[in-house]
């Protein structure tokens, strides 16, 4: 069974950091694209980043560039976001999920980790 | 970037009514669209992806047309734990946009 377990979410002052982290489990991790997907509070959907199977190549929106860098460790079958300069804006569920096998898009999600920036 | 508009915003029907949700991109993504169900409180799961290819596991009352700039998802009978609500996602450009969502509400 596919499993996405992500972990680091917390409360953090705008201006400050923090770093998520997603294992997965039940398929071969390193032979998928890895997202990252956010939804603020009652809002919509977002893509924030994805990284390609050997970690070369990295996309952004461009809200997150500059501040965000996604990472992945295929030995610990494990996904992460760095987020620095955290805005308020930023605040939001951070779903880890598996790229599409030879198609953009995204198949397994994580439950979610949430992120709070307030002072 | 890639917008994505998703019409009705939300709409009331009742089980076994057949559902339309229609999204329009800006510019064309040939079939690169995918349909997604959120509940409340859980992640999204895919339904649709390539325009009109059910992903594994989606009854087959879930169906995907459209090409270009014009999709929709119908759900030909409507069952109680379909209530929920849908999102489009172009993957045609990075970033990957997803449309507002259509909330599917009981009349």
Partial sequence: EVQLVESG??????????????????????????????????????????????????????????????????????????????????????????????????????????????? | DIQMTQSPSSLSASVGDRVTITCRASQSIRTYLNWYQQKPGKAPQLLIYGASSLQSGVPSRFSGSGSGTDFTLSISSLQPEDFATYFCQQGYSTPQTFGQGTKVEIK
């Fill in chain 1, 9 to 119: 979410g917390g409360l953090v002052q705008p201006g400050g950091s923090l770093r998520l982290s997603c294992v997965g489990s039940g398929f071969a991790f390193s032979s998928y694209w890895m997202n990252w997907v956010r939804q603020a509070p009652g809002k919509g959907l977002e893509w924030v980043a994805n990284i390609r199977q050997d970690g070369r190549e990295k996309n952004y929106v461009d809200s997150v560039k500059g501040r965000f860098t996604i990472s992945r460790d295929n030995a610990k079958n494990s996904l992460y976001l760095q987020m620095n300069s955290l805005r308020d804006e930023d605040t939001a569920v951070y779903y880890c999920a598996r790229g599409l096998d030879q198609w953009p898009g995204t198949d397994y999600w994580g439950q979610g980790a949430l992120v709070t920036v307030s002072s």
